[in-house]
């Protein structure tokens, strides 16, 4: 099942979206709602909030009063967290239950409604997530005429929130909402048409997007690191301990003229860790599908440089992930690469130089891989002897 995030400053018109993709099939789980649930009469929540609390947030007839409750916790950060330590768990857990029933029902596609997503650090739990972009202004004019609040509840809210920064910097994709409400839904639908469909069928099927087999290079797309740091935080995310280094590699980490494609390595103890069912079934359900019968690079001295190899299923993003032993020559050779090409511009002309000429040649996907291996040969002592110079290690070098 794909798992989608859904988050959007207060009054960007996340529900716009939420009920586009529900009418569209998805299931919905929305955190606002399951928040007021976990409180209704009836709920374990709601004793030991009155535990805690007391019978004076509660209404004569037993319910929740939330504005009583407000006023204790307001601007008493040991209430709140003493509130939060009853009612998080109590809205994780069902969240968690609605999902797994969806899946359990086949549902293709669910979209977590969660306006708290950037707050909580949440981005890295899903294979997508959507970020609704209205510019502020807008927001508070919506607000104050459409919900009826004052301006400057508007106002506060927003600036209690997350920034939009903060929001597009997660986001996988930006849906603006700046338009009208059916300039948002034809958004909503070519994104499901054109990403979302093809995501969850590849995701069920475990079928791997591969880059398109003639060479198109391009030039630095400022877009690239992003998306490289958001696809390491799903990966760090679904590995947890399983990986012990998550970097981005390859041309576009330097960044220079490339491939679109985002090269991540995974750094495993011990190749059996990649092997293993508990990293093999992370990385199934993360995206990430194996490819079989790739798990050599081209060694630079003579012995085998073992890896494994797995691509992603997000049609929109081409990912090559590399798992390689932590310290082992493959491992090192790729974060040495990087860190020579960023550090030296003579090697990046050099090199945009190699792959302009080698595309012009007309090679395909393979072969241009292949036909790149002598000048990485030729440019290998170069590389070294930087290293040396400079006293490069790999260590704390990061993503
Ligand atoms: P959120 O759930 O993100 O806080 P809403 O979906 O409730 O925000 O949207 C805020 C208000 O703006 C609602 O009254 C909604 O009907 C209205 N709205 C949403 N999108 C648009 C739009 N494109 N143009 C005008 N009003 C909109």
Redesign the pocket.
Known sequence: MLRIGLT?????????VSRRLAELGAVVVDADLIAREVVEPGEPALDQIRERFGDGVFTTDGALDRPALGRVVFGDPQALTALEGITHPAIWGRTAQRLAAAQEAGTAIAVHDM?LLVEKGMAGEYHLVLV?DTDEEERVH??VE??GMPQDEARSRIAAQATDEERRAVADVLLD?N???E??VVAVDRLRQERLAPFADNLATSTAVRAPHEVVLHEVDPDWAGQAAREIARLRHRLGDLAVTVDHIGSTAVPMYAKPIIDLQIGVTDLAVADSSAFRQAMVEGGWPRIEGIDQDSSKDGAPWPKRYHLGCDPAVLLHLHVREVGSPGWRWAVLFRDWLRSEESARVDYRAEKERLAASGLRRGEYAEAKEPWFDAAHERIEAWARETGWSPEGQGA
């Open positions: 959007g400053g207060i009054g960007s018109g996340k529900s716009t306006p609704v919506r607000l459409l919900r909402n338009g009208s409400p300039d948002l």
